[in-house]
Protein backbone atom coordinates (compact mmCIF):
# COMPACT_ATOMS: atom_id res chain seq x y z
CA UNK A 1 0.00 0.00 0.00
CA UNK A 2 1.05 3.52 -0.87
CA UNK A 3 -0.10 6.48 1.11
CA UNK A 4 0.78 10.32 0.66
CA UNK A 5 0.42 12.31 3.73
CA UNK A 6 0.11 16.21 3.61
CA UNK A 7 0.78 18.72 6.47
CA UNK A 8 1.57 21.91 6.89
CA UNK A 9 -2.06 23.67 6.49
CA UNK A 10 -3.49 26.14 8.81
CA UNK A 11 -5.07 29.57 9.36
CA UNK A 12 -2.72 32.69 7.84
CA UNK A 13 -3.49 36.14 7.14
CA UNK A 14 -3.58 37.56 3.55
CA UNK A 15 -0.15 38.19 2.59
CA UNK A 16 1.05 35.68 5.05
CA UNK A 17 3.02 32.71 3.71
CA UNK A 18 2.57 28.96 4.33
CA UNK A 19 4.57 25.32 3.52
CA UNK A 20 2.79 22.51 2.59
CA UNK A 21 4.45 19.39 2.78
CA UNK A 22 3.44 15.66 1.08
CA UNK A 23 5.72 12.23 1.89
CA UNK A 24 4.84 9.13 0.38
CA UNK A 25 5.04 6.11 2.33
CA UNK A 26 4.60 2.23 2.17
CA UNK A 27 5.47 0.12 -0.95
CA UNK A 28 6.56 2.95 -3.16
CA UNK A 29 8.84 2.02 -5.57
CA UNK A 30 9.17 4.82 -8.01
CA UNK A 31 7.23 7.97 -8.10
CA UNK A 32 6.74 9.99 -11.51
CA UNK A 33 4.87 13.48 -11.56
CA UNK A 34 3.62 15.29 -7.87
CA UNK A 35 1.16 17.75 -7.71
CA UNK A 36 -1.21 19.90 -5.93
CA UNK A 37 -4.61 20.80 -6.03
CA UNK A 38 -7.31 22.29 -4.45
CA UNK A 39 -10.86 22.11 -3.91
CA UNK A 40 -13.44 24.15 -2.52
CA UNK A 41 -16.89 22.53 -1.40
CA UNK A 42 -19.03 22.17 -4.13
CA UNK A 43 -16.32 22.54 -6.68
CA UNK A 44 -14.20 20.78 -8.91
CA UNK A 45 -10.67 19.54 -7.74
CA UNK A 46 -8.10 21.92 -10.06
CA UNK A 47 -4.05 21.61 -10.24
CA UNK A 48 -2.23 24.39 -8.54
CA UNK A 49 1.21 23.15 -9.22
CA UNK A 50 2.58 19.95 -10.81
CA UNK A 51 6.67 18.97 -10.59
CA UNK A 52 8.08 16.05 -12.30
CA UNK A 53 10.59 13.49 -10.99
CA UNK A 54 13.62 15.42 -13.48
CA UNK A 55 12.47 18.80 -11.69
CA UNK A 56 10.21 20.30 -14.68
CA UNK A 57 7.38 22.63 -12.94
CA UNK A 58 4.00 24.15 -14.32
CA UNK A 59 1.50 26.67 -12.44
CA UNK A 60 -1.96 27.45 -12.64
CA UNK A 61 -2.02 31.26 -13.98
CA UNK A 62 -3.61 32.02 -10.62
CA UNK A 63 -0.39 31.16 -8.53
CA UNK A 64 2.25 31.81 -10.63
CA UNK A 65 4.88 33.72 -8.97
CA UNK A 66 3.55 33.32 -5.45
CA UNK A 67 3.75 29.83 -4.74
CA UNK A 68 6.93 27.27 -5.68
CA UNK A 69 6.43 23.55 -5.99
CA UNK A 70 9.78 21.33 -4.97
CA UNK A 71 10.47 18.01 -4.59
CA UNK A 72 12.98 15.91 -2.38
CA UNK A 73 13.10 11.99 -4.23
CA UNK A 74 15.16 10.83 -1.87
CA UNK A 75 12.97 11.27 0.78
CA UNK A 76 9.38 11.29 -1.46
CA UNK A 77 8.52 14.15 -0.71
CA UNK A 78 6.93 17.11 -2.64
CA UNK A 79 6.44 20.71 -1.03
CA UNK A 80 4.42 23.51 -1.81
CA UNK A 81 5.56 27.02 -0.35
CA UNK A 82 2.93 29.43 -0.69
CA UNK A 83 3.59 33.42 -0.60
CA UNK A 84 1.28 36.51 -1.06
CA UNK A 85 -1.39 34.49 0.18
CA UNK A 86 -5.20 35.53 -0.89
CA UNK A 87 -8.61 35.09 1.00
CA UNK A 88 -9.29 33.19 -2.64
CA UNK A 89 -6.75 30.97 -1.84
CA UNK A 90 -8.72 29.49 0.90
CA UNK A 91 -9.21 25.43 -0.02
CA UNK A 92 -8.54 22.14 1.05
CA UNK A 93 -4.99 21.48 -0.63
CA UNK A 94 -4.60 17.72 -1.83
CA UNK A 95 -1.47 16.08 -3.05
CA UNK A 96 -1.31 13.75 -5.68
CA UNK A 97 1.38 11.45 -7.16
CA UNK A 98 1.99 9.11 -10.05
CA UNK A 99 3.59 6.35 -8.52
CA UNK A 100 4.55 2.60 -9.03
CA UNK A 101 4.26 0.26 -5.96
CA UNK A 102 7.48 -1.99 -5.80
CA UNK A 103 5.24 -5.18 -6.15
CA UNK A 104 3.31 -3.68 -8.86
CA UNK A 105 4.69 -3.02 -12.80
CA UNK A 106 2.06 -0.39 -12.87
CA UNK A 107 2.01 2.98 -11.81
CA UNK A 108 -1.27 4.86 -10.39
CA UNK A 109 -2.95 7.79 -8.96
CA UNK A 110 -2.32 8.70 -5.70
CA UNK A 111 -4.04 11.30 -3.44
CA UNK A 112 -3.35 12.68 0.02
CA UNK A 113 -6.34 13.20 2.46
CA UNK A 114 -6.52 16.92 2.00
CA UNK A 115 -5.11 19.86 4.13
CA UNK A 116 -7.32 23.24 4.92
CA UNK A 117 -5.77 25.92 4.42
CA UNK A 118 -7.19 29.19 5.17
CA UNK A 119 -6.55 32.69 4.48
CA UNK A 120 -8.16 35.53 6.51
CA UNK A 121 -8.44 39.02 5.05
Known amino acids: QVQLVESGGGLVQAGGSLRLSCAAS????????MAWYRQAPGKQRDLVARISRGGTTNYADSVKGRFTISRDNAQNTVYLHMTSLKPEDTNVYYCNGVVRSYDSLYFRNYWGQGTQVTVSS
Open 26 to 33: GTVGNIND
